[in-house]
């Protein structure tokens, strides 16, 4: 017996459920890649992802998921042989780092661990040590999709600015960009990078660059530059070029109506409702935990990431069996646990196309699950989000 007839929901962070204007988007044929029709549209889609950034810096859009675009930033701006230092809240600015250290660059991690934030303080304190400026690059992310934390950006740009150093400031918006405020030139991001498949609710295959004047000139000498990532290649008139070759036709046109969405809505209105859902989960989930099965990974409230929420559960209970519940009785598709994580947590996204029934949906699945296989948990985690959003969306 099952009740999931209908359509799979997706509650994994990435890829996320898509806009059926999106995906009608994508539905025609292709076209003359020199036409002015694409020309138009990549110089409209640089444009945007500028304001997406919030930068007066370049822009550019790569054929390659998040990990391409890493490797682009990488390769822009590094020699073999310099250092970088990653700072650490779970996984992804560590496997960045280990993309460096493939391609010749030494990384140094900045310790930290998957249930906390990076500390600016600490920031400040080892770039003070840094005398002779070896690091090269500094880099974070927003969002730690795997632990679910929400790095402090503003901050971590504060305390390098506090140490004078001048190395470059590269953060990763992958689970973040069109979800939460980014402010890539008031809070001193040198690049910055995402894609195309979580927040921003394109399909995956889209990786996007912005570097400002600082990283730009620096560029000039990285020895990593290859053809297909390098900047100054993307940067003249020829539209061939910016793509390295054929243009993506049918992902830029998704793209194009996704931005056309996104500021349809408003970035103010997607941020906030982003906050109430992310708070709607964060209620349940706080009930459910009364049963001391479920817990937040994330221990401090404030650095809740409002885009994916990762809830631990204890030794002797096993998330993999939850999620098969979620998915093969009620349709509703949760995230794995990551990294440490793995075998011990799951994740529920809400980020990108999501409203309140996606959410109370998603939610109330999760009630069921626990119930159906007798997982104890506080009763009336759903109720909790629902009480939440009736007093927090004013009629
Ligand atoms: C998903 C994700 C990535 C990797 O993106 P892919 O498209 O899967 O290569 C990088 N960083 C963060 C924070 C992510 O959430």
């Known amino acids: 017996m099952a009740v999931r007839a209908g359509r799979e929901f997706l509650a994994i962070p990435g890829p996320t459920t898509m806009p059926d204007e999106v995906l009608q988007a994508m539905h025609r044929p292709a076209l003359d890649i020199y036409s002015e029709t694409m020309v138009q549209m990549t110089d409209s889609l640089l444009r945007d992802l500028g304001r997406l950034f919030a930068t007066k810096g370049h822009a550019y859009i790569y054929i390659a998921n998040g990990h391409g675009a890493w490797e682009a930033v990488l390769s822009n701006v590094l020699s073999r042989g310099d250092k970088i230092l990653v700072l650490e809240s779970g996984r992804f600015a560590l496997n960045w780092g280990h993309a460096a250290s493939a391609m010749g660059v030494e990384v140094e991690v900045l310790k930290g661990d998957t249930r906390r934030a990076v500390r600016p303080a600490d920031v400040e304190a080892r770039l003070r040590q840094d005398k002779?400026?070896?690091?090269?690059?500094?880099?974070?992310?927003?969002?730690?999709?795997?632990?679910?934390?929400?790095?402090?950006i503003a901050a971590i740009g504060r305390a390098i600015k506090a140490a004078k150093h001048d190395a470059l400031f590269m953060v990763d918006a992958v689970a973040s960009l069109g979800c939460m405020p980014f402010e890539m030139d008031a809070w001193g991001i040198d690049v910055a990078m995402s894609g195309s498949q979580k927040g921003l609710m394109a399909p995956p295959g889209l990786g996007f660059v912005a570097a400002n004047d600082r990283a730009r000139e620096v560029h000039k000498?990285?020895?990593?530059?290859?053809?297909?990532?390098?900047?100054?290649?993307?940067?003249?008139?020829?539209?061939?070029?910016?793509?390295?070759?054929?243009?993506?036709?049918?992902?830029?046109?998704?793209?194009?109506?996704?931005?056309?969405?996104?500021?349809?809505?408003?970035?103010?209105?997607?941020?906030?409702?982003?906050?109430?859902?992310?708070?709607?989960?964060?209620?349940?989930?706080?009930?459910?935990?009364?049963?001391?099965?479920?817990?937040?990974n994330i221990e401090d409230p404030a650095e809740r990431s409002n885009t994916v929420t990762t809830v631990r559960m204890s030794e002797g209970y096993d998330?993999?069996?939850?999620?098969?519940?979620?998915?093969?009785?009620?349709?509703?598709v949760l995230g794995t646990g990551i990294g440490d994580l793995s075998g011990r947590a799951f994740r529920i996204a809400h980020m990108g196309h999501v409203n309140a029934p996606m959410i109370l949906g998603t939610l109330g699945v999760i009630d069921v699950a626990l119930a159906a296989l007798g997982i104890p948990h506080g009763s009336g985690g759903?109720?909790?989000?629902?009480?939440?959003?009736?007093?927090?969306?004013?009629?």
């Open 132 to 152: 002779d400026g070896r690091i090269k690059a500094i880099v974070v992310v927003q969002v730690d999709t795997a632990s679910g934390v929400f790095n402090d």
């Open 221 to 296: 000498t990285a020895g990593l530059r290859t053809p297909y990532w390098d900047w100054t290649e993307r940067e003249g008139p020829e539209h061939y070029r910016k793509y390295a070759g054929t243009a993506p036709v049918h992902l830029l046109f998704a793209l194009r109506q996704a931005f056309d969405m996104l500021f349809d809505e408003g970035l103010d209105n997607i941020f906030l409702r982003h906050r109430l859902l992310a708070e709607a989960v964060r209620r349940a989930v706080a009930v459910w935990a009364e049963g001391q099965v479920l817990s937040f």
């Open 319 to 332: 998330p993999a069996r939850l999620q098969t519940y979620c998915k093969d009785k009620c349709g509703v």
């Open 382 to 395: 759903t109720n909790a989000a629902i009480d939440w959003l009736g007093h927090n969306v004013p009629a």
